[in-house]
């Protein structure tokens, strides 16, 4: 069973940085799109930044030039460099993976657990 475990959530103040990872386990599909997604209390989740199979990118307009995405194939890991964080960052963040690329759009099918990120003003 495809696992995916993230970690590197934390407490920082405006203006910081954290460095989210999301290491996968047991996937055996050929190919990966994978993504980061946030939930803050009372809201709905949202698409924070995804990467393609190809390594092509896609952010949310409210993370553009803070966030950026990337992984490492040979550790089957995904991470997410958040830098200039801001109080309306803080949510719980959620790693995501699919076989298919464009997920983004269409749904992914493996999700983690989540890892909290608190921005303090």
């Known amino acids: 069973q495809v696992q995916l475990v993230e970690s590197g959530g934390g407490s920082v103040q405006a203006g910081g940085s954290l460095r989210l990872s999301c290491a996968v386990y047991?996937?055996?599909?050929?190919?990966?799109?994978m993504g980061w997604f946030r939930q803050a209390p009372g809201k709905e989740r949202e698409g924070v930044a995804a990467i393609n199979n190809d390594g092509s990118t896609i952010y949310a307009d409210s993370v553009k030039g803070r966030f950026t995405i990337s992984k490492d194939n040979a550790k089957n890991t995904l991470y997410l460099q958040m830098n200039s964080l801001k109080p309306e960052d803080t949510a719980m963040y959620y790693c995501?993976?699919?076989?298919?690329?464009?997920?983004?759009?269409?749904?992914?099918?493996?999700w983690g657990q989540g890892t909290q990120v608190t921005v303090s003003s």
């Open positions: 047991r996937y055996t599909h050929n190919t990966i799109c």
């Open positions: 995501a993976a699919d076989p298919v690329d464009g997920s983004w759009y269409s749904g992914f099918g493996y």
